[in-house]
């Protein structure tokens, strides 16, 4: 069964209201977008800035309401669904943001931070809700001593690593990664998605993983989707996109992948 389904997703921005609204375009942030997820499914989504990407994120989320189209969890449609029976799906699917330190309460402990999805979720024993983030926070690489520090006392490749941990806190189905780690260096990167790797195997996750690297996409997806103005150009597999790209702008971001391992390189000549 599908995990994740998203039809002719529209989503207008009006920029103005009254008078004005007439004179002023409105933007077209995410149109007519068509995309499926099975589960355990690894899907990049890569394009340039502006392009609509954590627009779309945030309709697959449940986080915005599109202005036409549906999006369907498990078959089940929720675009017109109240808050209480959207908190069913906040549970299965998640998000990590590219800023975790702005993310964060900045008053809240590390514990209190990943505690907090598990009290909005209703869980009320504290007891278990304990040993339950100290178990996250472990599996995420970081020891008990972090409970009681602040965020800002973290750095940021730590900081990333609680976000994980929040996001994962709940044992989600999917988690949506929106350009998470383009604030850290390519060692703690690397780091990053190894973690990401290893947990899709032990969770059975499911990632929408939103990069300008392709690198990263060809390291831990299984397919991607290239948008270009709003819209999805072309899906393919990873390593298909890099290989036979179509889309004379995915072939542009192709182009401007640096090949890390110079054996490859002669495969990637052509393009
Ligand atoms: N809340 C909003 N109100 C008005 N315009 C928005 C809003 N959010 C995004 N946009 C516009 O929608 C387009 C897509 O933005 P975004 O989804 O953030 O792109 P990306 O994540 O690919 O950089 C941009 O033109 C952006 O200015
Ligand atoms: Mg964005």
Redesign the pocket.
């Known amino acids: 069964m599908e995990l994740l389904r998203a039809n002719n997703l529209s989503k207008v921005?009006r920029?103005e209201r009254g008078w004005l609204a007439a004179k002023v375009p409105s933007?077209q942030?995410?149109s007519q977008v068509n995309l499926s997820l099975a589960p355990g499914e690894n899907l990049g989504l890569v394009?340039?800035?502006?392009?609509?990407?954590?627009?779309?994120?945030r309709l697959l989320m449940g986080l915005e309401k599109p202005s036409s189209g549906q999006v369907l969890y498990r078959n089940m449609e929720f675009t017109h669904w109240k808050q209480r029976q959207m908190q069913a799906i906040r549970g299965k699917v998640q998000m990590i943001f590219q800023n975790s330190l702005a993310a964060f309460n900045p008053l809240f402990t590390i514990e209190q931070i990943i505690d907090e999805p598990l009290r909005n979720y209703g869980w009320s024993n504290s007891q278990t809700r304990k040993s339950r983030v100290v178990e996250t926070l472990e599996r995420v690489g970081l020891g008990r001593e972090y409970l009681s520090r602040l965020p800002h006392e973290l750095s940021g490749g730590q900081l990333q690593r609680v976000g994980i941990a929040r996001a994962i806190v709940l044992q989600p189905e999917l988690v949506i990664c929106?350009e998470p780690f383009s604030s850290l260096d390519m060692t703690l990167r690397k780091q990053m998605i190894d973690l990401l790797k290893e947990l899709k195997q032990e969770l059975g996750l499911a990632y929408i993983f939103?990069t300008h690297d392709l690198s990263i996409v060809h390291r831990l997806c299984d397919s991607v989707a290239v948008?270009y103005q709003?819209e999805i150009i072309e899906k393919t597999s990873g390593e298909d996109l890099l290989m036979q790209a179509k889309h004379p702008y995915t072939r542009t971001l192709v182009a401007s992948v640096p090949i890390q391992d110079p054996r490859q390189r002669d495969k990637y000549n052509h393009i």
């Open positions: 921005y920029t933007v942030a995410v394009g340039e800035s502006g392009c609509g990407k954590s627009t779309l994120a929106d939103i948008m709003g």
